[in-house]
């Protein structure tokens, strides 16, 4: 049996495939091309690829009725990520991110796929200045939130009409190998750009900003816990690390790791109404989960991997 990874060669979901094959476990990774990436070398015994964009119903469903009878669940990432990008083309990317999801529930649906983890956002709570819970409502402030909280509707109503095991993992700021900062849009450049030597940081606001950047490796497997359980006892999580810092100090604290000093010039404000974080206590009491990584730790493993992948 495998695991229909969508995205698989992104930012989360080139993690999530790792910790799977890693674990012996087969999966097939649906993306519009494939790409190197350094942590799934030597794993392809467990990787499958098929070359889709998901926004293709007949291509989607044809590749996997293809694979219907080896196929255990589906991990849903494939998307573009929030950032000021996202409001530049507005409708191909909701599209994506809207559409996508749709065909590949509807495909899901019609190929008796049973579970189906879509990885959502911490946007769709909108402005807020605390910390959401999964029990509050979806009210999202920005399209990009709008279109991962439209997502999750259509999946829960699929869940209600269809009998579809649909669970939705809401992430916040992931970072960690895969892309560097550079690729990133601005906040990570900010944040961690002095891992690439950036020297200075000058931002018209941002001082009062409090941000939970939550390490790769501790997203998918929370990921892969959700996915996993036969049955669980909500549709929603959140999965972060739990632990915030204000965008100065975390600024700093990248640079010192770094071995660069940095000049800083924030405005002050903050970049985003959002809250410092999200709340994690399903995720905590259902599965036990706690973060392995600290702030520290997971820079110091993300400027090594930069380092070996200059």
Not at 140 to 168: C, I, T, V
Not at 180 to 208: H, I, N, W
Request: negative net charge.
């Amino acid at each position: 049996m495998a695991i229909v990874v969508t995205g698989g060669f992104g930012h989360i979901g080139s993690w999530v495939c790792r910790q799977l094959a890693e674990a012996r476990r087969r999966v097939l990774i649906l993306d519009r091309a494939p790409r190197l990436v350094s942590y799934l070398a030597g794993l392809e015994d467990f990787i499958a690829f098929e070359k889709v964009d998901i926004t293709d119903f007949d291509n989607v469903g044809e590749i996997l009725d293809r694979y219907k009878r080896g196929i255990e669940g589906i991990i849903h990432v494939a998307g573009l990520m929030g950032g000021p990008q996202f409001a530049t083309d507005p409708r191909a990317n909701i599209r994506l991110n809207t559409l996508g999801t749709v065909n590949m529930l509807e495909a899901a649906r019609a190929l008796d796929i049973g579970k189906f983890v879509y990885i959502s956002s911490g946007a769709v709570y909108g402005q807020r200045d605390d910390i959401p819970r999964e029990s509050d409502p979806m009210a999202p402030s920005d399209l990009y939130g709008a279109a991962k909280a439209s997502a999750e509707f259509f999946g829960l109503q699929y869940a209600n009409e269809f009998g579809l095991d649909f669970r939705a993992v809401r992430v916040y700021f992931a970072y960690g190998p895969g892309r560097r900062p550079s690729e990133l849009y601005p906040l990570y450049q900010a944040v961690f750009g002095s891992l690439e030597g950036k020297t200075s940081v000058d931002m018209p606001k941002g001082a009062d900003q409090e941000i939970d950047f939550t390490y790769l490796s501790d997203i998918a497997r929370a990921i892969l816990l959700v996915h996993d359980a036969d049955k669980t006892k909500h549709r929603q999580y959140n999965a972060v690390s739990g632990s915030w810092h204000r965008l100065p100090e975390l600024i700093e604290k990248v640079a010192e790791i770094a071995g660069v000093s940095v000049s800083i010039r924030l405005g002050p404000g903050r970049l985003m109404p959002r809250g410092p974080s999200l709340d994690t206590t399903r995720l905590r009491e259902e599965f036990g989960f706690e973060p392995a990584y600290d702030i520290g730790k997971g820079v110091a493993e993300y400027l090594d991997w930069m380092k070996g992948n200059a």
